[in-house]
C-alpha cells in the first residue's frame, strides 16, 4: 500500500475510541455497600451543594424526613439506575445525530490477455457518498430527543417512589417505636392491677374468677409489647432499604419522629386546580407524554423513509495505459415495498401510548380521590379519638384528686390509666394512618417539595462513598 493511502488510514485509526474494561465483582460491590455510613464525607459534600443548612452540623446527632430525603437521593440504588438509563437515551441522541460515512473501494482487475508490453493489471478506486433524503436525520434526532426527555422525567418519578418509601418507613418506625412506649406502660399497668386484685383475693375480697381475665389481659398485652419490638426491628430494616444503607449504617442514630400530615398541604390553593395540574404536570404523565412525541417522530420517519436515499458515487481506473473516471447516482426504486409494514406498526404503536396516558390519568384520578378521602375520614375519626383521649385524661386526674382526697383507691386508678392507655393506641393508630394518607394525596398530585436536582448525575456510580 502506497504512503498516501496509508497515512490517512493511520489518522482515522488514532481518532477512534479504545476500549477500556471495568469489570465487576460482587463481593467488592457488597463490600461498597456495607461501608455506606452517615457520616459519609461525600455526603456531606452533596449536602453542601443542595441543602447547606444541613450541613452546618457534622455529623448530625438527628435526623428528619427533609435530611433524610437528601440522604436517599445520594444513596438508593433505584435513582443510580434511572440516571443511568437517562444516560443511555441521551447517548442515544448522540447515535441519532450521526451521519452516514462515505465508503471507499479499491478494485484491482487483472487481464489475460493483455498485449504484449502492457500491464496486465488495471487497478480501479471508488468513492461512494450515502445523502439522506425527506428530513430522516432530523426526525430521528427528534425521536431519540423525546425518548431522553421520558429518561429524564423518570428519574423524577422514582425520586418521587424513593421518598414515598423513606416517608412510610419513618412513620411505620415512629408508630411502632410509640407503641411499644405505651404497650409497656399497659403492662406495668396491668401487672398493678393484678397485684392488687391477688392482695384482695387472697384477703378474701375477691375471687380467683376476678384475677384469671386480668392475668389473661396481662398475657395478652405482654404478647402485644413483644411484637412491638418486632415491628420497630423490621421498620427499622425498612428504613435503612428506603435509604440504600445497610442496617448498620444506623446504629446510634437518631430519628425524629414523623407522624403528622404533610404541612404544605394544608397551603394548597383550590384543590380543583391543583388536580388538573396533577393530570398535566406529574412527572409519569410528562414522561408519557414525551413518549407519545417520540412516537409521533418514529411515525414520521418511518413515512420519511418511503423516499429513498442517494448515494453519489465517482470511480477511477487506470485500465492498462488509459485513465477512466466515472460518476454514479444511485437509489432504491420503491416499487416492490413502500415501508407499509413499518409504518402500521408505528401508527399502533402511537396509539398504544395514547391509551397509556389515558390509562395513566385514570390511575392518577383514582390516586387522588381515594387519598383525598381517606384523609378526610382518618381527619375525622382523629378528631374524635382525640376528644376521647382528652375526656380519659380529665377523667384520670379526677380519679387522682379523689384518691389524694380519699375517695378513690389504687385500683379505680390503675383501670383509668389502663383506659388511658387504649385510648393513647387508638389515637396512634389514627395518627399513623392519617400521616400515611397524608403521604399519598401528597405523592399523588406530586406537589413540589425541597430538594435536590435528582435529574442530574449526582456523583459517580462507581466511587466507593466509604
Known amino acids: 500500500m502506497s504512503r498516501s493511502l496509508l497515512l490517512p488510514c493511520v489518522v482515522l485509526l488514532a481518532g477512534c475510541a479504545g476500549f477500556e474494561p471495568k469489570p465487576l465483582v460482587p463481593a467488592q460491590t457488597a463490600g461498597r455497600f456495607e461501608s455506606r455510613t452517615l ?11 443542595n441543602a447547606p443548612e444541613l450541613a452546618k452540623e457534622w455529623p448530625r446527632r438527628s435526623w428528619d424526613l427533609p435530611s433524610l430525603t437528601i440522604v436517599a437521593f445520594y444513596y438508593h440504588p433505584s435513582l443510580d439506575v434511572a440516571r443511568a438509563q437517562w444516560g443511555v437515551a441521551n447517548a ?128 395478652k398485652l405482654q404478647a402485644e409489647e413483644a411484637d412491638a419490638q418486632r415491628q420497630m426491628a423490621d421498620a427499622h430494616n425498612s428504613l435503612a432499604e428506603a435509604l440504600g444503607l445497610p442496617v448498620a449504617a444506623m446504629d446510634g442514630v437518631h430519628f425524629r419522629s414523623y407522624l403528622e400530615p404533610a404541612s404544605n398541604l394544608e397551603a394548597l390553593p383550590d384543590k380543583a386546580e391543583v388536580r388538573r395540574l396533577a393530570l398535566q404536570q406529574r412527572s409519569d404523565i410528562r414522561a408519557v407524554l414525551a413518549e407519545y412525541e417520540g412516537s409521533q417522530a418514529a411515525l414520521q420517519l418511518e413515512v420519511a423513509k418511503q423516499y429513498p436515499d442517494l448515494h453519489l458515487g465517482s470511480g477511477y481506473q487506470w485500465d492498462q495505459g488509459e485513465h477512466k473516471w466515472n460518476l454514479a447516482l444511485t437509489m432504491e426504486l420503491p416499487i416492490l415495498n413502500r415501508n407499509q409494514g413499518p409504518i ?46 382528652q375526656a380519659l385524661g380529665d377523667q384520670l386526674r379526677s380519679v387522682q384528686a379523689r384518691l389524694s382526697a380519699g375517695g378513690a383507691d389504687q385500683l379505680e386508678l390503675q383501670n383509668a390509666k389502663l383506659e388511658m392507655g387504649a385510648s393513647a393506641l387508638a389515637l396512634l393508630d389514627f395518627e399513623a394512618r392519617s400521616s400515611l394518607a397524608a403521604g399519598e394525596l ?25
Not at 406498526?345 to 384520578?365: D, G, N, S, W, Y
Open 344 to 389: 402500521a406498526e408505528a401508527e399502533a404503536r402511537r396509539e398504544e401510548t395514547a391509551a397509556q396516558l389515558m390509562a395513566l390519568q385514570a390511575k392518577v384520578i383514582a390516586e387522588i380521590d381515594r387519598a383525598a378521602a381517606a384523609l378526610s375520614t382518618t381527619a375525622e375519626q382523629l378528631h374524635k379519638l382525640r376528644q376521647i383521649h
Open 92 to 219: 442515544g441522541v448522540k447515535t441519532a445525530a450521526g451521519r452516514p460515512n462515505p465508503t471507499f473501494s479499491i478494485t484491482p482487475g487483472y487481464a489475460f490477455n493483455a498485449a504484449s508490453g502492457i500491464s496486465p493489471w488495471f487497478p480501479g478506486v471508488t468513492f461512494d457518498v450515502p445523502i439522506e433524503t425527506a428530513g430522516k436525520r432530523k426526525t430521528r434526532i427528534t425521536h431519540a430527543e423525546y425518548l431522553a426527555e421520558a429518561a429524564r422525567h423518570n428519574v423524577t418519578t422514582v425520586a418521587w417512589q424513593v421518598r414515598s418509601n423513606l416517608r412510610k418507613a419513618l412513620i411505620d418506625l415512629t408508630t411502632a417505636e410509640r407503641r411499644r412506649r405505651v404497650l409497656r406502660e399497659q403492662v406495668e399497668v396491668q401487672q398493678r392491677i393484678a397485684e392488687l386484685v391477688e392482695q384482695r383475693r387472697r384477703a378474701g375480697a375477691a375471687s380467683i374468677v376476678e384475677l384469671a381475665p386480668i392475668r389473661v389481659a396481662l398475657t
Open 442 to 466: 401528597e405523592d399523588a398530585l406530586q406537589i413540589p417539595f425541597k430538594a435536590p436536582s435528582v435529574a442530574q448525575p449526582q456523583r459517580d456510580t462507581g466511587d466507593d462513598r466509604s
Open 39 to 49: 457520616a459519609d464525607p461525600g455526603l456531606r459534600t452533596f449536602i453542601e451543594a
